[in-house]
T-cell receptor, first 114, second 115 residues
Framework: GENVEQHPSTLSVQEGDSAVIKCTYS??????FPWYKQELGKRPQLIID?????GEKKDQRIAVTLNKTAKHFSLHITETQPEDSAVYFC?????????????FGAGTRLAVHP | ETGVTQSPTHLIKTRGQQVTLRCSSQ?????VSWYQQALGQGPQFIFQ???????GRGNFPPRFSGLQFPNYSSELNVNALELDDSALYLC??????????????FGAGSRLTVL
């Protein structure tokens, strides 16, 4: 079944620096890769996603890259701001529920220091 | 357009009891998925409902069950509660078809504490 591994588990950066979070997946049939941001005590919110027919997608300060051959995808945040501090989750379809269901990574706690 | 709403927001139960959690999906969505999020972990898929039927299930025992109603709202029921069931239960709605089933909109969750 699908397995999604996420690294690092914690990441601390200075305001203005870049942050990169990486995920690997096991099921080569997976075709959709979202990233969610969860602030303390709040719901996960979709911040960016990518489908398997493209290699990169950008939305202002955030971008996602996908390497289907290596089965990994990454979240890139540039010019980080304190409000970027949160837990970030990657996900991929698959697992015992099938391809209409998402399997989540364990999360990366990002801290942006002023 | 209304978002995903869940109730109750917090509840405390004791071992062996039963609990029902409720979810109203986002307007225009027809699919509801339930996830369990233990403290410090990622959401774990419990099951999904589409057209009022279970449409896939994760590695959860049968004492976790659910329903979907004609208006696409949903319930999660957990029987014979165990201490390890303490978690945040997240409901997410989506629109099946054209690859939209995985584009999830989450509710704020129901935090269950089992004593």
């Amino acid at each position: 079944g699908e397995n999604v591994e996420q690294h690092p588990s914690t990441l601390s950066v200075q305001e203005g620096d870049s942050a990169v979070i990486k995920c690997t997946y096991s099921d080569s049939a997976s075709n959709y890769f979202p990233w969610y941001k969860q602030e303390l005590g709040k719901r996960p919110q979709l911040i960016i996603d990518i489908r398997s027919n493209v290699g990169e997608k950008k939305d202002q300060r955030i971008a996602v890259t996908l390497n289907k051959t290596a089965k990994h995808f990454s979240l890139h945040i540039t010019e980080t701001q304190p409000e970027d501090s949160a837990v970030y989750f990657c996900a991929a379809p698959g697992g015992p529920g099938g391809y209409n269901k998402l399997i989540f990574g364990a999360g990366t706690r990002l801290a942006v220091h002023p | 357009e209304t978002g995903v709403t869940q109730s109750p927001t917090h509840l405390i139960k004791t071992r062996g009891q039963q609990v029902t959690l409720r979810c109203s999906s986002q307007s225009g969505h027809n699919t509801v998925s339930w996830y369990q999020q233990a403290l410090g972990q990622g959401p774990q898929f419990i099951f999904q409902y589409y057209r009022e039927e279970e449409n896939g299930r994760g590695n959860f025992p049968p004492r976790f069950s659910g329903l979907q109603f004609p208006n696409y709202s949903s319930e999660l029921n957990v029987n014979a509660l165990e201490l390890d069931d303490s978690a945040l239960y997240l409901c997410a709605s989506s629109l099946a078809g054209r690859g939209g089933a995985n584009v999830l909109t989450f509710g704020a969750g129901s935090r269950l504490t089992v004593l």
